[in-house]
């Protein structure tokens, strides 16, 4: 038997089950995300904890990044009788709107340990570069 310490806890979860706020596709609820740079590549790193990698959708179009993930039930055997579920299940999306610096064409996804990991790289248009001085020698005088 498990033994619960915070009361406020289960309220939550009966509230979120009378109100319907666990995820469904037409309502997805929200993933936890961390967005940083980190080098030449803009990273962005969603929470996932219990989803499979075939239940991950991952999108770009233009520059709107959209991420959705299915959080299934695990399979119960007949004698097993559920004493507390406290995780959500359901339907979770993310959409995340992307600099026209960034390159699209080239993002790379991980997936470990329940966290997926989006490397997006910058585009090369939008990095540093010298730009070179001319001598001016090369001025021509229009005489009308």
């Known amino acids: 038997m498990l033994m619960r310490t915070d009361p406020f806890r289960e309220l939550d979860r009966l509230t979120q089950q009378l109100m319907g706020t666990s995820g ?3 309502r997805p609820s929200p993933m ?3 967005a940083y740079r980190e080098g ?3 990273v962005i790193a969603l929470d996932l904890p ?3 990698k075939d239940a991950i959708d991952i999108d770009v179009e233009r520059n709107m990044l959209t991420v959705r993930a299915e959080r299934r039930p695990a399979a119960k055997r007949d004698d097993v009788q559920m004493e507390l579920s406290e995780r959500p299940l359901g339907v979770f999306s993310r959409q995340v709107v992307l600099a026209d610096t960034l390159d699209t064409e080239h993002i790379r996804a ?3 340990a329940g966290v997926l990991t989006l490397r997006i790289p910058i585009a090369e248009r939008a990095k540093p570069r010298k730009v070179t001085i001319g001598d001016g020698a090369a001025r021509k005088e229009i005489s009308g």
């Open 24 to 26: 469904t596709w037409s």
């Open 40 to 42: 030449d590549a803009y």
């Open 50 to 52: 219990g989803v499979t």
């Open 32 to 34: 936890p995300m961390d």
């Open 110 to 112: 991980d997936y470990e």
